[in-house]
């Protein structure tokens, strides 16, 4: 089974290193990967009627993802950075009440366009739903307190379902506020899965303008998702 679901382990690692800075390789965390295999081959339970494919990609990004956060590769400056640009796109948008350009976002945060790309690819790899969110929503709970609020296990509760839709609606309209570009990189990303390099050859761009895009992207998500749902979770 581990020699079966390897080239899957690669892919999510090629992945994920994709998206972090260039000291943090898929070889390391491949091996995470492989450990997260082994902990769904021992936990899978055939009965909840998923397959086991499925279960095993979410086991394997799991350990991989856990892996870097004993890395400690998000530094705090990198956390105030992303939090800086995302208050300041969401305190913007809703001064001018249109999506904002590149060069009103240097404009405003006192720096240059060339500064605030970089600003960018030094935040590149933050997540649209980050650990440290929740940490911070309910800092009285310990992590592994914090996972069991969030797993789904009443997934067919009218409430969870209800909540759900909610959610799904207010991504759709954040998505739908995003500029063409911005769209084109999420939906080649997340949805047709092609790599930073790809969408790059695809849309005529270099692989690091991309990657700032998907950046800004999942700023301007973050900060909807936060400012949409303060009363949501």
């Known amino acids: 089974m ?41 936990k899978f339970d055939p009965e909840k009627k998923v397959q086991f494919k ?27 950075k992303a ?7 969401h305190a913007l948008e809703k001064k001018k009440g249109r999506a904002v350009e590149d060069e009103e976002m240097a404009q405003e945060m006192g720096l240059s366009l060339d500064d605030y790309y970089s600003r960018l690819n030094d935040i590149q790899g933050v997540f649209l739903l980050d650990i440290e969110i929740f940490k911070t929503r309910f800092s009285n709970l310990g992590e592994e307190d914090i996972f069991v609020l969030v797993k789904d296990e009443d997934e067919n509760h009218p409430f969870h379902l209800s909540c759900l839709v909610e959610l799904k609606e207010v991504l759709a309209r954040a998505i739908g506020e995003l500029t063409h570009k911005e769209k084109m990189v999420i939906s080649l990303y997340y949805y047709e899965e092609l790599t930073l390099k790809e969408i790059g050859e695809v849309l005529g761009y270099t692989e690091s303008r ?15 998702l936060k400012y949409s749902m303060k009363d949501f979770v």
Not at 83 to 89: L, S
């Open 54 to 80: 499925t279960y095993a990609e979410f086991r394997i990004k799991g350990a991989m993802l856990d892996e870097l956060r004993s890395l400690d590769w998000v530094s705090r400056s990198v956390r105030q």
């Open 2 to 42: 581990i020699l079966k679901y390897t080239p899957l382990i690669k892919y999510i690692a090629q992945r994920l290193a994709m998206r972090f800075p260039p000291h943090i390789s898929a070889e390391d965390l491949i091996g995470a990967g492989v450990i997260g295999l082994m902990d769904a081959l021992n």
């Open 83 to 89: 939090t800086q640009v995302e208050k300041t796109y």
């Open 210 to 224: 991309i990657c700032q895009i998907h950046t800004k992207a999942i700023l301007k998500l973050r900060s909807k």
